[in-house]
């Protein structure tokens, strides 16, 4: 929470460290990273590697880095790249992939945040001596623009499929993968096995204050450990940002269960309000959004009159709201944001 007031539903990134996350960092044995002497480093980058079922992983700083870190990765400057066109790479993360990677990128609408296999197979086959050569596509899993919705493991083999036929590869911007496998209860190595190479962060669900970790082949991260202190994003005592990740990814997953009951009471209850538009199929994990459009208000504003009941909420766009649920967020906290849009719909229309 924000502060004792608010019940913030901003974003699942405003999460506080648990109690034993707090006594884990304290207790971490720590070293220099670059070194690689950080026990805690090292410990959480085998775990996360074993967790996805890959060879290796790299805890980096934040997932803008490890998505620039594994754009330069996975390709050679001037290449181009394949991605969803509401995906955080392209609207939100400063245009790195051109500025910094030096990537054409190329990107693909979708329904819900999976574009089809054969619109891929399209975007390739239309490459000629005008464009340059692709080397990756990317997925984002779960998908935040269009509201947390998960691209399944069948759907990443297709898209999978369809990239190594052509040569290219495929990463993930799994920020929230821990989401989209307990929303299906499945093993999360079943969204991983199709991917090349991936990302996932710790500081969003998963309560951590910092850190996101990079997986893939040995030969994947060492390229990336030298990206990232390229990028100056080598770490010395990074133990003390490790130490909760261990924590989180033995302690924090299953509760994500929970998140996701509450996104849907959340959605359940904001759909019954008058004027409010919500896709409940969007509804898959921990995030509602909501179309305001019909009550004649920007999205600023309906943002702002929340604030006054003490509800903190995100205007994206011009009509949408959106909503995140975490740990922190209890049931009643859920009951109460549904009376104060409920309150502030009802005042614009009187
Ligand atoms: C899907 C997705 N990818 C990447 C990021 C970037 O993570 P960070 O804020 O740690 O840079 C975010 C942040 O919200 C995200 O939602």
Redo the contacts with the bound molecule.
Sequence with gaps: MSSKENIDFR?D?VTLPSEEMLEAIRHAPLGDDVFREDPTVNRLETLAAERMGKEAALLV???????LISLMNNTKHGELVILEAQ???YW??VGGISRIAGLLPWPLTSRIGAFDPEDLEVAIQHQDIHFPEPALVCI?N???RHGGTIIKPAQIKAISDVAHTHGLKLYM?G??IFNAAVALKVDVKKFTKHVDNL?F?L??SLCCPVG?LLVGTCEFVEKARKLRKLLGGGMRQAGIIAAPGIVALEKMIDRLEEDHRNARRLAEGIAEIDGIKVDLSRVQTNMVYFDIADLGISAESFTSRLEEYGILTLNLDNNIVRMVTHRGIEEEHVKKAIVAIEKVSEELHR
Excluded: L, P, V
């Excluded at 700083?61 to 998505?67: E, H, L, P, V």
């Design positions: 974003s990134t700083s934040s997932g803008t880095q490890a998505n995906s955080h790479i939100y993360e984002e779960t998908h935040n911007d920020a929230r990302m962060c500081s969003k996101s």
